[in-house]
Structure formats: structure tokens, C-alpha cells
């Protein structure tokens, strides 16, 4: 077993789910302007990172939904699928839309960038987070 430092084994619990709200935070803030998909992604990588260093990397690839490569493929697939809403309406491929929702108490605005933005999101998640937890399996079988 790899010898890991008490303090960041109990701290990662905390912090961990901390970070993805963070992550989820910053994804929702930044979906109408540039890079919320990517720098929440990274904030995920990172909790995927300080998870696997703090309680091994099998634990970091099993928090992650559906696993690194699944997480990694279905948000390609779902930033592919967010413009095509664009060609029904005869306009050009990734031209986003916007609407509202109208919830009775209060209406939420929705786009085509949102669903963009999530796929980017699980992409960078799915691909980073697993070429990291990967990175530390491979140290920690070399320990």
C-alpha cells in the first residue's frame, strides 16, 4: 500500500466534493461567457487529482460519473449534438440559440451554449481527469 499523508487522506473528503461544486459553479456562471466549460472541467480534474493522490487512484476514477472514458465521450457527443438544433431552423451548424423557460414563479434562461458548455465540461472532466488518475495508478505501482 502507498503511504499517503494523514492530514490530505481526511482534508480530500471535504475538499473534494467543495472542489466539484466549485467546478459546477463556474461551468453555470461562465455558459454565457467564454471558457465556463473548460475552467470547470479543470476544476474537476484537479478534485480527480487531489482525490487520487489522497486516496489512491482506483477511488478518483470510480467517483467519476460513468467512468473517465464514458465521461470523456458523452460530452464530445453532446457538444457535437448542441448545434444541430441550428440546421432545423435552416441556420448554419453551432449557431447557438437562446430561450426562456417560463417556470410559473420565475423564468430561466436557456441556450444551446449551456448544453455546449456542459460537453466541454464532461470532455475535459472525462479525458484530464482520467489521464491523471491513470498517471498516479502508474506511480503508485511503481512504489
Not at 43 to 63: E, F, K, P
Not at 71 to 84: D, N, Q, R
Amino acid at each position: 500500500m502507498t503511504p499517503r499523508a494523514l492530514i490530505l487522506t481526511v482534508a480530500a473528503r471535504a475538499i473534494y466534493p467543495l472542489m466539484l461544486l466549485v467546478s459546477a459553479w463556474i461551468l453555470l456562471r461562465g455558459h454565457n461567457e467564454p471558457g465556463g466549460g473548460f475552467i470547470g472541467g479543470m476544476v474537476a480534474v484537479s478534485a480527480t487529482a487531489m482525490l487520487a493522490v489522497a486516496h489512491g487512484a482506483d477511488v478518483a476514477m470510480g467517483r467519476m460519473p460513468g467512468g473517465a472514458m464514458r465521461l470523456a465521450t458523452a460530452g464530445v457527443l453532446l457538444s457535437l449534438i448542441s448545434g444541430l438544433p441550428a440546421l432545423f431552423l435552416g441556420l448554419p451548424y453551432m449557431t447557438h440559440l437562446w430561450g426562456t423557460l417560463p417556470l410559473g414563479f420565475t423564468d430561466v434562461d436557456v441556450s444551446t451554449v449551456l448544453l455546449f458548455d456542459i460537453g466541454v465540461f464532461a470532455a475535459v472532466w472525462g479525458a484530464l481527469g482520467g489521464v491523471c488518475a491513470s498517471a498516479i495508478a502508474i506511480d503508485e505501482a511503481v512504489r
